[in-house]
T-cell receptor, first 113, second 111 residues
Framework: ETGVTQTPRHLVMGMTNKKSLKCEQH?????MYWYKQSAKKPLELMFV???????ENNSVPSRFSPECPNSSHLFLHLHTLQPEDSALYLC????????????FGPGTRLTVT | LAKTTQPISMDSYEGQEVNITCSHN???????ITWYQQFPSQGPRFIIQ???TKVTNEVASLFIPADRKSSTLSLPRVSLSDTAVYYC????????????FGTGTQLKVEL
């Protein structure tokens, strides 16, 4: 148990749908992250939040919209996605943004049809 | 960011020691070497971190030579459950978290 939970674990959505991924960390951490892992590709950092403030957006398309209402919760709102957005979306947290020990959640397997 | 290079895959048998070497020729003074493990359909998990010489914990050992341009993750007596992807990362602890994952090394352990 990593202390980082994600829901749903699997999601299938059409290109015109709107859905949200949810992440919650129970570790008292201050930094939270969204990563994307596509088949046969390295993990890509998407967004970084530190004390609820977004500190990094790694040139992510606007069809992905993050939200961090507090240090324990992180959302990724999805709309008008493309089939190439199908991937494993991983949430993670760490004590601070200079912490090398990052705790990952189990991920949401997203399929866009 | 210091780039890392590691083998794409390795095969081993249960009970053997596995050594995975990573090169990071452009490592900077503030950089730490960190290794993560990822099982299929799960998020990566931190294994070990070091700056120089040798670090050992209950999971693995990390060997870093004096020039720090490479590092070796050593897994003693592997079992089937050690089959996973192992990532070598160089982390700039002086400038904010920049965890950049490469493609990792796919370790396959067989009977």
């Amino acid at each position: 148990e990593t202390g980082v939970t994600q829901t749903p674990r699997h999601l299938v959505m059409g290109m015109t749908n709107k859905k949200s991924l949810k992440c919650e960390q129970h570790l008292g951490h201050n930094a939270m992250y969204w990563y994307k892992q596509s088949a046969k590709k390295p993990l890509e950092l998407m967004f970084v939040y530190n004390f609820k403030e977004q500190t990094e957006n790694n040139s992510v398309p606007s069809r992905f919209s993050p939200e961090c209402p507090n240090s324990s919760h992180l959302f990724l709102h999805l709309h008008t996605l493309q089939p190439e957005d199908s991937a494993l979306y991983l949430c993670a947290s760490s004590q601070g943004v200079v912490d090398y020990n990052i705790y990952f959640g189990p991920g949401t397997r997203l399929t866009v049809t | 960011l210091a780039k890392t290079t590691q083998p794409i895959s390795m095969d081993s048998y249960e009970g053997q020691e596995v050594n995975i070497t990573c090169s990071h020729n452009n490592i900077a003074t503030n950089d730490y070497i960190t290794w993560y493990q990822q099982f299929p359909s799960q998020g990566p998990r931190f294994i070990i971190q070091g700056y120089k010489t040798k670090v050992t914990n209950e999971v693995a050992s990390l060997f870093i030579p004096a020039d720090r341009k490479s590092s070796t993750l050593s897994l003693p007596r592997v079992s089937l459950s050690d089959t996973a992807v192992y990532y070598c990362l160089v982390v700039d602890t002086g400038g904010g978290n920049k965890l950049t994952f490469g493609t990792g090394t796919q370790l396959k352990v067989e009977l």
